[in-house]
Nanobody
């Protein structure tokens, strides 16, 4: 099983920056991809950014040019650098990992507990 622990959320003024971190631990064969989702009050959870173990990334259009996802495979950690934050970025941010538990190709999805990001003056 995989446990994900996020950190780095908080309150920031518009235009400011935050860096989220997510560490994966537990017993697994490999982590194939990690990502960040967010959910604002009254809205559906949406993918913000994701990165594969090979380094391929994708972003939701609304954060392109402002957010950067990166990973450290050796540390089983993924980061989300968020710059030029806007009030509409306010949400609970969840870390997500797609992992294999053994040599079989089956992948399983895991979620962190979430970290609050609030952008407000």
């Amino acid at each position: 099983q995989v446990q994900l622990v996020e950190s780095g959320g908080g309150l920031v003024q518009p235009g400011g920056s935050l860096r989220l971190s997510c560490v994966a631990s537990g017993w697994f064969f490999s982590i194939n991809a990690m990502g960040w989702y967010r959910q604002a009050p009254g809205k559906q959870r949406e993918l913000v950014a994701a990165i594969t173990s090979g380094g391929s990334t994708n972003y939701v259009d609304s954060v392109k040019g402002r957010f950067t996802i990166s990973g450290d495979n050796a540390k089983n950690t993924v980061y989300l650098q968020m710059n030029s934050l806007k009030p509409e970025d306010t949400a609970v941010y969840y870390c997500n990992a797609r992992a294999r538990l053994d040599v079989r190709p089956n992948e399983y999805l895991y979620w962190g507990q979430g970290t609050q990001v609030t952008v407000s003056s």
